[in-house]
């Protein structure tokens, strides 16, 4: 099995408003990712964990805050957002981070969760 | 500074005709290069990778890609092109400067459009 999965596939939300996004692999990957991607424009790496714990943050807003429960599960908790933040976020996944010399290992991409924020 | 080039923002090609992509990359180190393919409203499906060794690079749905380390380049390339090859293509290479070890820096895509 060579999937990842993402719920919800789309979401609207107020600024205000507080949502979670969720992400799983079962392909026993221990190296999870967040990107934020714009419509034709490359992925953006938001957050990275390994062996679930935190190891990138690319200086992503407080507003963003990743979760990793367990070495399956991926979150991304959403508040007070702005228009801006409207975009494509995908979950990847990779057997690890790599750094070994049989790395680096390629990512496996989930299909999104298409956020809008009104 | 480490980065990528996809020199053309979409490439045309008829069905049936060879195509190829075209990326340049800049990094500090040994490159490590992989080719990505999104098709619309969709994640990034990995197609291959160049790590070491055959600078010819073979993957996934017949495509291939030649590691040119005087040129440092990583050309994409499928002898016979099919309308289901038109898609989103992005070019990435390992952030070496990462101590992570895992970042991708991404070129900024071209758009395959294969016409039958």
């Known amino acids: 099995d060579t999937e990842v999965t993402q719920t919800p596939k789309h979401l609207v939300m107020g600024m205000t408003n507080k949502k979670s996004l969720k992400c799983e692999q079962h392909?026993?990957?221990?190296?999870m990712y967040w990107y934020k991607q714009k419509a034709k424009k490359p992925p953006e790496l938001m957050f990275v964990?390994?062996?679930?714990?935190?190891?990138i943050n690319e200086s992503v807003p407080s507003r963003f805050s990743p979760e990793c429960p367990n070495s399956s599960l991926l979150n991304l908790h959403l508040h007070a957002l702005q228009p801006e933040d409207s975009a494509l976020y995908l979950c990847a996944s990779s057997q690890d981070r790599g750094t070994g010399t049989s790395g680096p290992y390629e990512q496996y991409f989930g299909p999104g969760t298409r956020l809008t924020v009104t | 500074a480490q980065s990528v080039a996809q020199p053309e923002d979409q490439v045309n090609v008829a069905e049936g005709n060879p195509l190829t992509v075209k990326c340049t990359y800049s990094?500090?180190?040994?490159?490590?290069l992989f080719w990505y393919v999104q098709y619309p409203n969709r994640g990034l499906q990995f197609l291959l990778k160049y790590i070491t060794g055959d600078n010819l690079v073979k993957g996934s749905y017949g495509f291939e890609a030649e590691f040119n380390k005087s040129q440092t380049s990583f050309h994409l390339k499928k002898p016979s092109a099919l309308v289901s090859d038109s898609a989103l293509y992005f070019c990435a290479v390992r952030d070496s400067l990462n101590q992570a070890g895992t970042a991708l820096i991404f070129g900024k895509g071209t758009t395959l459009s294969v016409s039958s």
């Open positions: 964990y390994s062996y679930e714990k935190l190891s």
């Open positions: 990094v500090s180190g040994n490159p490590y």
């Open positions: 392909m026993g990957h221990r190296a």
